[in-house]
């Protein structure tokens, strides 16, 4: 489904991916692990389509095709979701407009009409139960004095509203309570399913207790310096990652 | 009025000013230049009676002893009043007005501009004046307003046929020493709306008042006085559009409410003159002097959305004379390309108890100044006077400007001011969030600024929210990456 090969990015000359290579398949879920600054992040942005990163060598492909020449929007129009580490706030747009407008851009995109108010609302009322998502704050403004685990929680619901191919959850359990942490992650089960994958990628193991992990990749320097099942990632919490980076030295 | 996102679509690969098309109408268009003469003229073309003819000329002379003003924080070049022409009017408007035998152009004209005269087809619940160049074409309804006492015409016709309100009202709110802009609309006026609402009767319908520039090398000088008597009720709305030329055309018009006793005016205006092309080329000047007096427990409310001109100078006002009287401002100014902006609001507090509201929306783009200028001013009877002012700019790119300047002048010790203000830009964060969520960037930025616009949208009658709200994707397309 996603393939990335010797990805190499850069941001105002200063290389941060420095030959990535990952393949998920439908149906898998992959952990990206590692410190702050290994690329984690911009891994994230990348795939996205953000334009600040300069893709300097190899590529990332979704089903079969080459993103490079692809703008983030028809990126988004084509199954690619990332649940943001620092969503932002867009003052006066509620979370239901913004979620309407997003809908039908997509379906624009692919021929199809708007989605009419009744099934908009069925589906909204459907998925903001799943997240336990009080429906009054469906009417607030886009995040905007939304706690942090509001703007995580609201994340997972655009996910869940916006059914993506590929799901990208870029450190969704900072910020959360345990509580929510469960809520969140029994989201992102029930939405798991044989034709989407999703991509979880933490600094802790917290999370993959909830979210299993069919894979777990190590990110240090730009690179994967380490791949294994969900027991890497006990292992990583045991060890911390300083094991890792001497690992990588050797 | 079903608005789909491919009507969206449409209008934004219009690059251009939707409504830049001049109607080849044959125009009665007085030389060029202004002198007694002239003024004379026009009174005379009008048809009025001395008293006005009197009424102008004076204005005349004290326009002639005033400087322009020189304080806005503008910057143009300063009009040749010896250059323009004073009155022209389409030739075959009918002064009987029905509508079988109108101008086939005019009526070509009013459907390109989207209005409709036929009142079979009529958007619901408004009434039309419309005023091309210097004279009123059409005004739907009046029959139906006559029933409940109302009067809904061209200025020029309530001269005629109610000379005693407007004697006793014109000139009460807005003198003609006011201002330069304000004494030269006084002598040189030639058409507008009169609305008078009888005692306590809540208008039907919203009025509304289109004004077009249609003819070049004219300007457009446009009276509007609405009375609201006591315990009555009106929503009023105007638009405009000229042709995209050239050169600068001048607009200076004055409107003058009086809201009496325990009456309430709703004044709102989508301006969306010509503001010039990309290169700062031609264009509107829009001077323009708005001011409302409210008498005891009585209200008046300026809506305001701002997205043409080339250059806009204009500041509705509030006298709030009567003890609990309320004034409201709700303003969106958009300023893109090489537009300038400064503009706000007076709230002038003599009464007890009264109360004032400003909410500023100022959004600049490309290479725009975009000021908002406001006093507050509270008079030594005025006890308990209170006002609340929120001032907010919002900037896209890196080459435009975004002032405030507000004035408090505060006499009385229990006066209760607040003031608020913030300054944000449209950021590359918002914008990518949006587009990762499959929203293109113009159209993020259409989100963007409606959520910001939003609490004075909502103030907008409900037919014309929708309108607004186009006019301003369509006023802001283009102006990022």
Not at chain 2, 62 to 78: G, L, Q, T
Not at chain 2, 370 to 399: H, K, P, T, W
């Amino acid at each position: 489904m996603l393939k990335i090969n010797n990805l190499h990015a850069q941001v105002e000359d200063k290389e941060i991916l420095r030959g990535i290579n990952l393949e998920v398949k439908a149906g898998e879920v992959h952990a990206i692990m590692g410190p702050n600054g290994s690329g984690k992040s911009t891994l994230a942005s990348v795939i996205a389509g953000k334009e600040e990163f300069e893709v300097t060598e190899g590529s990332v492909e979704l089903d079969g095709e080459d993103l490079e020449e692809v703008a983030p929007e028809e990126r988004a129009h084509k199954g690619v979701f990332l649940s943001f580490q620092y969503p932002v706030e867009i003052p006066g747009v509620s979370v239901t407009n913004f979620m309407k407008t997003a809908i039908n851009e997509s379906r624009k995109a692919r021929g199809l009409e708007d989605m009419p108010a009744k099934d908009m609302l069925k589906m909204i009322r459907e998925k903001s139960e799943l997240l336990e998502i009080d429906r009054k704050f469906l009417s607030r403004s886009l995040n905007e004095g939304f706690s942090g685990g509001e703007k995580k929680r609201n994340e997972i619901f655009q996910m869940a509203m916006l059914e993506p191919k590929v799901a990208i959850l870029d450190e969704t359990d900072s910020g959360l309570d345990i509580d929510a942490l469960r809520i969140v992650a029994n989201g992102v089960n029930k939405l798991k399913s044989k034709e989407n994958a999703v991509i979880v990628i933490t600094h802790y193991q917290r999370l993959l207790d909830y979210i299993v992990p069919d894979f777990v990749h190590v990110l240090h320097n730009g690179k994967i310096v380490k791949s294994g099942g969900k027991e890497l990632a006990m292992e990583l919490e045991e060890k911390g990652y300083d094991w890792i980076k001497n690992e990588a030295v050797v | 009025m079903a608005y789909t996102e491919d009507d969206l679509k449409k209008e934004l690969e219009t690059q251009e000013y939707e409504y830049g098309f001049y109607t080849n109408i044959e125009s009665d268009t007085f030389p060029k230049g202004l002198n007694e003469d002239i003024v004379r003229a026009i009174s005379k073309k009008k048809n009025e009676p001395e008293w006005m003819t009197e009424w102008r000329l004076d204005a005349f002379r004290i326009w002639e002893s005033m400087k322009e003003p020189e304080w806005a924080n503008v910057r143009y070049e300063k009009p040749d009043f010896q250059a323009i022409s004073y009155y022209s009017a389409p030739k075959k408007a009918d002064p009987n007005k029905t509508m079988d035998d109108v101008d086939p152009e005019l009526l070509e004209m009013y459907k390109k501009l989207g209005i409709s005269v036929d009142e079979q087809k009529r958007l619901q619940n408004v009434a039309v004046d419309i005023v091309v160049d210097s004279v009123s074409v059409a005004t739907t309804f009046q029959k139906t307003l006559a029933e409940k006492g109302i009067i809904f015409m061209p200025i020029s016709e309530a001269i005629q046929e109610h000379p005693e309100l407007v004697k006793k009202y014109m000139g009460t709110v807005v003198p003609k020493t006011d201002n330069f802009y304000a004494a030269l609309n006084s002598a040189v006026f030639t058409d507008g709306s009169f609305c008078y609402i009888p005692k306590g009767v809540k208008c039907p319908m919203e009025l509304s008042t289109y004004f077009r520039i249609n003819e070049g090398g004219t300007g457009q000088f446009e009276r509007t006085l609405v009375v609201a008597d006591e315990s009555s009720y009106v929503s009023y709305l105007e638009g405009c559009t000229a042709p995209s030329r050239d050169e600068n055309q001048l607009h200076a018009a004055v409107v003058e409410l009086i809201a009496m006793d325990d009456a309430e005016i709703k004044y709102s205006t989508v301006q969306n003159w010509f503001p010039g092309n990309k290169e700062g080329k031609g264009g509107v000047y829009n001077f323009v002097t708005k001011r409302g007096l409210c008498e005891k427990n009585s209200k008046i409310s300026w809506t305001q959305v701002e997205t043409g001109s080339a250059v806009t100078w204009k500041y509705p006002s509030c006298i709030l004379k009567g003890n609990n009287s309320v004034g409201e401002f709700y303003s969106i100014a958009v300023t893109n390309n090489f537009q300038q902006a400064d503009t706000g609001t007076k709230m002038i507090h003599l009464g007890k108890n009264t109360k004032s509201t400003i909410i500023s929306k100022g959004i600049s783009a490309g290479k725009s100044q975009n000021s908002y200028r406001g006093l507050v001013q509270i008079g030594s009877r005025a006890e308990n006077a209170r006002n609340f002012s929120q001032c907010d700019s919002l900037l896209m790119g890196n080459e435009c400007g975004a002032h405030t300047f507000p004035y408090i002048e505060a006499k009385n010790k229990s006066a209760q001011i607040e003031h608020e203000a913030t300054t944000s830009k449209i950021g590359e964060d918002q914008i990518f969030y949006c587009n990762q969520r499959g929203i293109d960037t113009e159209k993020a930025i259409a989100l963007i600024v409606n959520g910001f616009s939003k609490e004075v949208l909502n103030k907008l009658p409900m037919e014309f929210a929708v309108e607004a709200q186009k006019l301003l994707e369509i006023s802001l397309e283009g102006s990022v990456g």
